[in-house]
């Protein structure tokens, strides 16, 4: 059972503009969050981690927002840049345990 | 130290042979975690290491699947008897798990596996 959700595949913005990739999960267990960006033939990169003891983390151009009660987080990037481009894995684990990974967005900025 | 490394970056080999992946953590990193991804999907959680002993193992690790870590250093995944099914890209992620039970891992560029 896929307990971490990304239900947009794909998600195309302009350069300049704000992206939003929203995830969506189901244990309420989970009490750390990750954003990981991936780019082929490679494996994934850590960009951007957030407690459950917090609801929001900022770190440059990116910013992760929790809401707890709706199970749900979302990335923003802001101004989105060409380099951007890539798929962006969420993934959430309880105390002590592996990480859940979501299924993935596919990340297009054009110019 | 440049990162997590595996070893080798891609394999191809005939269904029923033995095969046998590498990687090697950050040095300082305590937990060694191994991961399997398929096309469309995001990483799926093998199985993981803290120091040398082997503290958890999913269900998708079946008993053709071994993972050793013998000195809590670097860590060998081997998969004998090789299925089709088992193509796949294969992870290796460390982290230093920490008190405040922080536990941002770090992956390596992965091994193709392609079984034909």
């Known amino acids: 059972d896929q307990q971490v959700k990304q239900n947009s595949p794909s998600l195309s913005v302009q350069e300049g503009r704000i992206s939003i990739l929203n995830c969506d999960y189901t244990?309420?267990?989970?009490?750390?969050f990750l954003w990981y960006k991936k780019y082929p033939a490679e494996g994934p990169t850590f960009l951007i981690s957030?407690?459950?003891?917090?609801d929001k983390n900022e770190d440059g151009r990116f910013t992760v927002f929790l809401n707890k009660s709706a199970k749900h987080l979302s990335l923003h990037i802001v101004p989105s840049q060409p380099g951007d481009s890539a798929v962006y894995f969420c993934?959430?684990?309880?105390?002590?345990?592996?990480?859940?990974f979501g299924k993935g967005t596919s990340l297009l900025v054009t110019p | 130290d440049t990162g997590v490394s595996q070893n080798p970056r891609h394999k191809i080999t005939k269904r029923g042979q033995n095969v046998t992946f590498r990687c090697d953590p950050i040095s300082e990193h305590n937990r060694l975690y191994w991961y399997r991804q398929t096309l469309g999907q995001g990483p799926e959680f093998l199985t993981y290491f803290q120091n040398e002993a082997q503290l958890e193992k999913s269900r998708l690790l079946s008993d053709r699947f071994s993972a050793e870590r013998p000195k809590g250093s670097f860590s060998t995944l081997e998969i004998q008897r090789t299925e089709q099914g088992d193509s796949a890209m294969y992870l290796c992620?460390?982290?230093?798990?920490?008190?405040?039970?922080?536990?941002?891992?770090?992956f390596g560029p992965g091994t193709r596996l392609t079984v034909l």
């Open positions: 992620a460390s982290s230093l798990i920490l008190a405040s039970g922080i536990n941002e891992q770090f």
């Open positions: 993934a959430a684990s309880a105390p002590g345990y592996a990480l859940n």
């Open positions: 957030i407690s459950s003891i917090k």
């Open positions: 244990n309420s267990m989970f009490d750390y």
